[in-house]
């Protein structure tokens, strides 16, 4: 199992401290990037993600949370990106979708695609033999701190069984309210890389990874 800290939850006016204390813990670190339209929410551009990628060797897991990511691809790439994953539900057209998917591989990144909790894995299956990655949200994104909302069960289940039968590669990743609590029933059902941001912060750092491993 991967764990992915969600910066989120850090406090930013010890970023490098923070970044530190999980450097040799976690095994991504995994950036919301919000635009206050797509969610109701503002956090944070391309400039933080070039800063923490001077200090940090982590894999940089960049989870876009915005209308028109196409527009800011290289800049995240150029930031430090390694994997780019924007919302299924940014855009309306199936095409839109599938360039992007293939701009951002064609650029040497690793492409993600995330659902949100409204969506279902079966309304992107025209995409899953494209994808490194698929990320299903268990919270409507936004905001840290959220419960862990069940459906997102089944949504692994789903995409863990469709990955076997169809020979695929794609990572399935888990974002929102992932907890001690839950992890052990999105591991059973085929989840591969949890990202966590106020369970992991909370407290002793350290402690909360491990006992998330
Ligand atoms: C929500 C974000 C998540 C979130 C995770 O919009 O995508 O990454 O910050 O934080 P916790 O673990 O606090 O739910
Ligand atoms: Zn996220």
């Known amino acids: ?20 204390e999980v450097e040799d813990q976690v095994d991504w670190l995994h950036f919301d990037v919000m635009d206050g339209h ?17 200090q940090s060797a982590l894999y940089k897991d960049v989870h876009l949370m915005i209308y028109e990511p196409h527009l800011y691809i290289d800049a995240f790439m150029k930031a430090g990106a390694d994997l780019i994953t924007f919302h299924y539900e940014a855009y ?15 650029l040497g990144l690793k492409a993600g695609l995330s659902i949100k909790p409204k969506t279902q894995p079966k309304d992107i299956l025209a995409f899953l033999n494209e994808l490194d990655l698929v990320l299903v ?19 692994v289940a789903f995409l863990s069984t469709y990955k076997k039968a169809h020979n695929l590669n794609y990572l399935i990743e888990v ?7 839950n992890a052990p029933s999105l591991k059973e059902k085929g989840a591969e890389v949890l990202v966590s941001g106020s369970y992991i912060m909370k407290g002793d750092i350290k402690e909360n990874i491990a006992r998330l491993k």
């Open 137 to 155: 949200m268990s919270v409507e994104p936004g905001f840290g701190g959220q419960k862990f909302m069940p459906e997102a069960l089944d949504k």
């Open 38 to 54: 797509f969610v109701p929410n503002i956090s944070f551009g391309p400039q933080v993600l070039q800063d923490v990628s001077k």
């Open 92 to 106: 309306e057209s199936d095409d839109d979708i599938l360039s992007l998917i293939k701009k951002i591989k064609a």
């Open 1 to 20: 199992m991967q764990v992915a800290v969600s910066l989120l939850a850090f406090d930013f006016l010890y970023l490098s401290k923070q970044l530190e």
């Open 175 to 181: 974002d929102g309210g992932v907890n001690d609590q």
